[in-house]
C-alpha cells in the first residue's frame, strides 16, 4: 500500500498545522507538495517538514501527478475557486471551512467534485470532536428524543488589527461552524428561518468600518428545533467551543474549555488552566479529520463532511447576513436540489 | 422585638412551602393567617402549621391588626389587584411573580405600595440563588467586564395536563423569572429590543389551543448586551435553571442541576442524581427571600427584588406577546417614568 | 402538640450555632434554656436569641422539668460526665463528637442512657450531609457491590495558637468523623486493624509541645475492605470533607469544598469559590442532625447516630493512639457485648 | 536530517501500541524492526504496519546496524537482561516499568547504560500525562508550598484469568506507576519509610495461589509528606489514574476517568462516559513518552523518565514486598550511592 501523497495550499497558521499533521501523524500519508503565492512561504514550511516539492500557483501544484489529493487551507474567498481547479486535475480536497461564500460558487465546486468522482471534505472540525461525535451519535440514536432546543457557540481568544477582517466574516467563517454543528447535531432536520443580530462590541471603534465580532442567531428547524448560535471574536479566557441539545427525553451538553483534568486549591479557591487556541482545545480533531480524509483518499469513501454540509451551513450564514441587514427574521435559502 | 406576623394568601403548592417557611425557619415570623377562596383550603394548611387563623377572603386578612404583612401566592392574574388590597390596608407585601400581567396594573400596584410606604417584594427567587448572587456581585465589581454576551434557561420538570394553561404563561409566568435574571446579571442596563420564538413541542396537540410550552428569546440591552432566554415545560431530567454572563473580560456561569455532591460510577460511566423540583433546586432561595421580607417589614428597609423589578421583567415578557405575534423584533416598552 | 423544649450546654462556637438552628429553624423546638460555666456567656447568647433560662452549672439545667433534652457542646472531654448527668434526670441528649474519650466512658454513657429510656444522639453530622447520606444508602442497597477501598478526609481550614489543643486531638475530635464516615459507608462491616502516622507538619515548633496536626490512618475491615483516612488542620483553600468507596460493582465519591455552582472564567482560567468553614460547608448537615434529633425526643424514636456509633469510632481513634506509639499495626478493640 | 530508527522488544498488547506510535506518530522516527520469540508475533504486526525486519531473538536484533535504539515491551521479569544487553550493543533504550524487580538488577542495567552512553528512558507515563505533569510544574514552582499529604491510585478496569500473573505484581508492576507518581509530584523528597497492606479481594478464590490484587501502602518522605498508594486490578466502570497533593499552601488534584466533554441528563440523572483502557484514558502520555525518547535519542539528551527514577520506584516497591511479609512499617532501601 502506497502512501497518499498530499499537496497543502496555503503556508500560513492553519497550513502549517495541518502540513505537520499530514508529515508526521498520519498513518500512511506524506507531505508532497506546498504551494503558497507568498514569496518563501512554502519553501519555508517545506524545508521544515523535509517535503520534497513547493509551487507558488496551486493550479501548477494540483497538476502534478506526484500530488493524489489537495488540502486548501487559503483564504476564505478563494476556497471554491481552488476547488473548481483542483476537482479538474481529479485530486480529492479537504477545504477548511468555508469551502465557499456564495451558494453559487458552493454548488459549482460541488458539481466540479462530483463529475471529478474524488472525495470532497470540508474542515467541519467539531464533527471529529470526540465529546461532539459522542454528542450526535446518541442523538442519531434517538438518547434524547427529538431535539427541542439547541445551542452552539464559539469564542475566539483575541481579536488582533481588525483592519483586515472581511465583512461578514462572524458568519461566513466563524458562526459556519456553529450552523454545521447544529445540524450535525440535529441529523435529518433542516433549518426554515433565521433571526440574527450582530454588532462590534469588542470593537466598537471599528463598527463603522463593518466590523461584527458579536453576534446571535436564532435557528428554527423543520422538526420544530429552536436554536441558538452565539459567537464573539475575544474570550479573554481562551478558546470556547461548546455545544447543548435539549430533547424530549433528556439533554446532551459537549465541549470544555478546561485544559487538563489538573486542578488547583488555594487561598484564591478552585482553579483550572483554560484552553488558549483552537489548536490546542481541539487539537485531536484536527488531526482526526486530515487521518479520515486519507483514508477517504484512499479508500475513496464518502468523507464525514461533505460539500453538501458546506452548502447548507452557508445556506444558514447568508440567511444571517441577510436578517441583519433587515433586522427581521428571513426563510434560510439553499437546500437547492443539487443537495 | 416581637414576630413579624405573616398571613398568607393562596393555599397551593407554592404558598404552602412559603408557609411553612414562615413557621419554622425563619428568626422573628410568625404564620398569623392564612387566606384561601378554595373550602377547607386554609383550614388544612392552617391546622397542620399551627396557624390561629383562617380566611376564605383575602381582602378580610388585609385588614386583620393580628397581620403586619402578607405573602401572595395565588394565582398570577390575582396579583395585581390583592397588591392594591393589601396596601389599601397598609400590609408588607411578598408577591409572587409575576406581580401583574400588564404594565398598568403593575405601576397601579407599585404606586399603592408607595403610597402605603410599606415593603412590596416580588418573588424572584434567583436573585436569591447562592450561585445566581455571587455571579450579580461579581459582575456588579466588573470582575467580568462589560457584558456582550447573555443567556438564562429554565426547564420544568414535567408538563402535566396542559388545559388549565393561561396563555402566554411561558413568557409571563416562566421566562419572567429569567428576564429579571438578565436584568440582575446585567445591573444596570435597560433591555431596548427583543425577538422571541415559541412553539408547542412538548404537546404538539395543544397548539391549537394557544399552549406554548417552549420559547426561545433574543433581548438586546442598551449598553450592548444581547441575551438568550430559553424555557420549556418538560426537562425529563428535573429542574434545570442556569445562567451565563459573559464579558470583555471574562464570563460566568451559574445554576447545576445536580443534586448533591454524590457521584456514583459503574459500569454505566459516571452519574449524578439531579434535582426534580424547584422547591429541591433552589430550597435555600425559597427561604432566604422570604426571610428577606420578613426582616424589610420588620426594619423598613428596601427589599432585594422590588415591584420596579416585577415591572422591568413583565416590559420583556409583554414585548416577547408582541414579538410573537408579529414574528418580527419589536422595542421594550415600560421604563416609564414610575421607573 | 407541644415544642421540644432545649437546653444548650456550651455557649461557645458550635453551641451558638446548634442553639440557633433550634430558636430559628426547627418546627417544634424551641431554645429553653443555656448552660455555660463561663459568666456571662450564657446570657448573652441567651439574650440574643430570646432564651428565658440561663445556668452557669449545667446540672442544674438537666434538673429543670423546662427542659425536655439538652444538646451538649461543651469541651470534648467533658461530654461523657456530661450525658451521664443528663441520663440521670431522664433527658434525652444530643452529644457533640466525640462523646467520650475513653470506651470505659462511652460504655458508662451509653447505658446510663438506655437505663434512661431516652433518645442519645452524637454529632457525627456528615451522616446528615446529602451527599453521604445518598453515598450510604446507595452502598446500602448494593448499588457498587462490596467495598474493597475507602476513603475519609478531613482538613480544618486553619490552625490558629496550637497552645490549647489537647493531646491526641487530630484522632479524638477530628479523625473520629472520618472513622464514623467510614463505618457508615461500610455499613455492617467491623474495623479490625489499624495502622496510624502522624506529624505536625503545619507547625512543626510545636512538634514537641505533642501537635499532631497531619495524620494518615489505614484500617482493615472484617469485609476485607482497607480504607484510609487522613487529616490536616490547615487546608488554606477552606474546609474540605470528602469520601471515596470502591467497590467490587463501582465507586462513589462524596463531598465537594466548591461553595457554589458559580464558575468564574477569566485570563486566569476557570475558578470557583471554595467553603471556608465548617458550618458553610455542612450548614444543612448540622440543621438537619438537631432536626432530627427534636423528632427522636418527640416520638421517642431512635437516632440517627448512636451513642453506639461514637464506640466504634471511638474504638478506632484509641486504636490509632496505640498505633502510633507503637508504630505498628494494632488490633481495634471495642465492639464489646455492650455493642 | 535521517529517521531515528526504532527496535522493538514485544510484540504483545502495549508492544503493538508502541509499534504504532513509532510507525505512524513520531516525527523522525521509524520502525526499523520487532524482535518477539513467539512464533510468528513479530511477522504479523511487521507486516501490519510496514516494518522490514524481524527477529525472534532480541539480541540479535540489539546486534543490528539498522537500529538505532530499542523499545523493551516483554515481560518484565526480562527487562533488566534486556536492557543490559542493548546497552552491550550501544542502542538506546525505551523500556517498559518496572525496569527491573531488584535493586541489583536495576543497578546493573543503569550502571551498563551509563557505561553505553545512551539514553535510557523507562515507561513511566503519567509523567507525560498533561495533567500530571502540569501538577508537577506547579509544585514544583511551590503553588502548593511543601506536599503534607500526596495520594495516587492505579485500578485496572478488569481483572482476567489470575493464573499466570506472578507474584507481587501488583507492587511491582501497578503501583510502580504510582510510587514513581509520587516521587515525581514531591520532587528532591526520598521515601524513608512504608507500611503495606495487600489483599485478594476481586479474586479471593486465588489468595492461596498467591494473588493479591487489592492493595493500599502508607509512604512517609523525609520532608514529612504522607503518601498512600492504593491499587486495584477490577475498576468496573474502566481504567482510573488519579492523584492528589495537599501542600502547607494549596492543594492539586489530577486525573478524570470521564472520556469525553460530553454529559448526558436523562430521566436517570446525569452522565458521563469512562474510559475504559489505558491506552484510551493516557493515550497522549503514551504517544508524548516514545516521541520525548526518539528525541532524546537524536539529541543525547537525558530522558525525562530514567533508570534512576525506576531505581528509586523499585526501592519502594520492595519495601512494600518486605512490609506485607512481615505485616509492619519498614523502611526503604535503595537510594544507593549510584543514585
Same mark, same amino acid.
Given at each position: 500500500?502506497?502512501?497518499?501523497?498530499?499537496?497543502?495550499?496555503?503556508?500560513?497558521?492553519?497550513?502549517?498545522?495541518?502540513?505537520?499533521?499530514?508529515?508526521?501523524?498520519?498513518?500512511?500519508?506524506?507531505?508532497?507538495?506546498?504551494?503558497?503565492?507568498?514569496?518563501?512561504?512554502?519553501?519555508?514550511?517545506a524545508e521544515r517538514l523535509g517535503c520534497p516539492k513547493v509551487y507558488t500557483?496551486?493550479?501548477?501544484?494540483?497538476?502534478?501527478?506526484?500530488?493524489?489529493?489537495?488540502?486548501?487551507?487559503?483564504?476564505?474567498?478563494?476556497?471554491?475557486?481552488?476547488?473548481?481547479?483542483?476537482?479538474?486535475?481529479?485530486?480529492?480536497?479537504?477545504?477548511?471551512?468555508?469551502?465557499?461564500?456564495?451558494?453559487?460558487? $458552493?454548488?459549482?465546486?460541488?458539481?466540479?467534485?462530483?463529475?471529478?468522482?474524488?472525495?470532497?471534505?470540508?474542515?467541519?472540525?467539531?464533527?471529529?470532536?470526540a465529546g461532539f461525535k459522542e454528542a450526535h451519535d446518541d442523538i442519531k440514536?434517538?438518547?434524547?428524543?427529538?431535539?427541542?432546543?439547541?445551542?452552539?457557540?464559539?469564542?475566539?481568544?483575541?481579536?488582533?488589527?481588525?483592519?483586515?477582517?472581511?465583512?461578514?466574516?462572524?458568519?461566513?467563517?466563524?458562526?459556519?461552524?456553529?450552523?454545521?454543528?447544529?445540524?450535525?447535531?440535529?441529523?435529518?432536520?433542516?433549518?426554515?428561518?433565521?433571526? $440574527?443580530?450582530?454588532?462590534?462590541?469588542?470593537?466598537?471603534?471599528?463598527?463603522?468600518?463593518?466590523?461584527?465580532?458579536?453576534?446571535?442567531?436564532?435557528?428554527?428547524?423543520?422538526?420544530?428545533?429552536?436554536?441558538?448560535?452565539?459567537?464573539?471574536?475575544?474570550? /479573554?479566557?481562551?478558546?470556547?467551543?461548546?455545544?447543548?441539545?435539549?430533547?424530549?427525553?433528556?439533554?446532551?451538553?459537549?465541549?470544555?474549555?478546561?485544559?487538563?483534568?489538573?486542578?488547583?486549591?488555594?487561598?484564591?479557591?478552585?482553579?483550572?488552566?483554560?484552553?488558549?487556541?483552537?489548536?490546542?482545545?481541539?487539537?485531536?480533531?484536527?488531526?482526526?479529520? /486530515?487521518?479520515?480524509? /486519507?483514508?477517504c483518499v484512499r479508500t475513496g469513501g464518502t468523507p464525514y463532511t461533505t460539500?453538501?454540509?458546506?452548502?447548507?451551513?452557508?445556506?444558514?450564514?447568508?440567511?444571517?447576513?441577510?436578517?441583519?441587514?433587515?433586522?427581521?427574521?428571513?426563510?434560510?435559502?439553499?437546500?437547492?436540489?443539487?443537495?
Open positions: 500500500m502506497s502512501n497518499v501523497k498530499i499537496g497543502l495550499v496555503g503556508a500560513g497558521r492553519m497550513g502549517s498545522f495541518h502540513a505537520e499533521t499530514v508529515a508526521y501523524k498520519i498513518p500512511g500519508a506524506e507531505l508532497a507538495a506546498i504551494a503558497d503565492p507568498v514569496p518563501g512561504a512554502a519553501n519555508k514550511l500557483n496551486p493550479e501548477e501544484m494540483f497538476a502534478d501527478p506526484d500530488v493524489d489529493a489537495v488540502l486548501i487551507a487559503a483564504p476564505a474567498r478563494s476556497h471554491a475557486k481552488l476547488v473548481v481547479a483542483a476537482a479538474k486535475e481529479g485530486k480529492g480536497v479537504f477545504c477548511e471551512k468555508p469551502m465557499a461564500v456564495t451558494l453559487e460558487e $458552493a454548488d459549482e465546486a460541488i458539481q466540479a467534485m462530483r463529475q471529478a468522482g474524488v472525495p470532497l471534505q470540508v474542515g467541519f472540525n467539531r464533527r471529529f470532536a440514536k434517538g438518547k434524547i428524543g427529538t431535539p427541542q432546543l439547541m445551542r452552539s457557540l464559539t469564542r475566539d481568544p483575541g481579536l488582533g488589527d481588525p483592519t483586515p477582517i472581511p465583512e461578514w466574516t462572524i458568519f461566513l467563517e466563524t458562526l459556519i461552524h456553529d450552523f454545521d454543528t447544529l445540524l450535525y447535531l440535529n441529523p435529518g432536520a433542516e433549518p426554515t428561518d433565521v433571526y $440574527a443580530v450582530a454588532d462590534a462590541l469588542v470593537r466598537p471603534d471599528f463598527k463603522d468600518k463593518g466590523l461584527l465580532d458579536t453576534a446571535v442567531v436564532n435557528i428554527r428547524f423543520d422538526n420544530g428545533a429552536i436554536a441558538t448560535a452565539e459567537a464573539n471574536f475575544q474570550a /479573554v479566557y481562551g478558546y470556547d467551543v461548546r455545544g447543548e441539545v435539549f430533547g424530549s427525553a433528556g439533554m446532551i451538553t459537549a465541549g470544555d474549555v478546561r485544559q487538563t483534568s489538573m486542578v488547583r486549591y488555594t487561598a484564591d479557591g478552585a482553579n483550572s488552566d483554560t484552553c488558549r487556541k483552537d489548536t490546542e482545545l481541539l487539537h485531536d480533531a484536527y488531526v482526526a479529520e /486530515v487521518t479520515s480524509f /486519507v483514508e460539500g453538501e454540509d458546506a452548502h447548507r451551513a452557508l445556506a444558514i450564514a447568508l440567511a444571517c447576513i441577510e436578517s441583519v441587514k433587515k433586522n427581521a427574521p428571513v426563510q434560510v435559502k439553499g437546500n437547492t436540489q443539487l443537495i
